[in-house]
């Protein structure tokens, strides 16, 4: 059983989730959160802690950051999004169990004083912007590296907000390179 308490979007990730591991969940009902939902998210984030897993699309980015500036030592899991899609949709009821403890095995927390480690500048250096494949390696590292996909700039504020050192970036970089 988990010790943190995972927030999800829907019913359906519950379902999900539950056959991956034993955890307490908290459906968040989309972006419309009701004030009962926040009050429960809440009680859960003092006594438990919380996991953010929300699904890997804009609307689960979006569920991600308002809870992130709500409860800032939220830790987060990422499900890399070529593992949550099936029959034309998106979302964490997709993934299978090994994808959801993979995701929660490399759980990060955000870091209270962002550091400024990496740069956009630096990721052209590393073909993870501007070449026809950078999209793909980004999603490729930030599955490895458990911080999600995201466009060059959130790709960056993660690397930086989640503590990545360099050792791991490069390390992640040079396996991705070596398949």
Do not use: W
């Not at 990730?13 to 056959?19: E, L, Q, S």
């Not at 890399?80 to 929660?104: F, H």
């Amino acid at each position: 059983m988990l010790k943190e308490v995972l927030i999800v979007e829907g019913k359906s990730d519950v379902t999900a989730v539950n056959r991956a591991v034993e955890a307490d969940c908290i459906t968040t009902g989309g972006f419309h959160f009701t004030r009962q939902t926040l009050q429960n998210i809440a009680a859960a984030y003092k006594r438990r802690g919380i996991i953010i897993l929300t699904d890997p699309d804009s609307a689960g980015e979006n569920i991600r950051n308002f809870l992130s500036r709500k409860f800032p030592n939220a830790k987060h899991a990422y499900i890399p999004r070529d593992e949550a899609v099936a029959n034309g949709d998106i979302g964490i009821e997709q993934a299978s169990p090994e994808s959801i403890r993979k995701a929660l095995s490399k759980v990060r927390t955000l870091e209270i004083n962002p550091r400024t480690e990496f740069t956009a500048s630096e990721m052209i250096a590393f073909k993870l912007s501007g070449g026809t494949d950078s999209s793909r390696l980004r999603d490729k590292i930030g599955a490895a590296l458990g911080i999600g996909y995201g466009n060059v700039k959130t790709f960056v504020r993660r690397l930086n907000n989640y503590g990545v050192t360099r050792e791991e970036f490069l390390a992640a970089l040079k396996n991705i390179l070596e398949e």
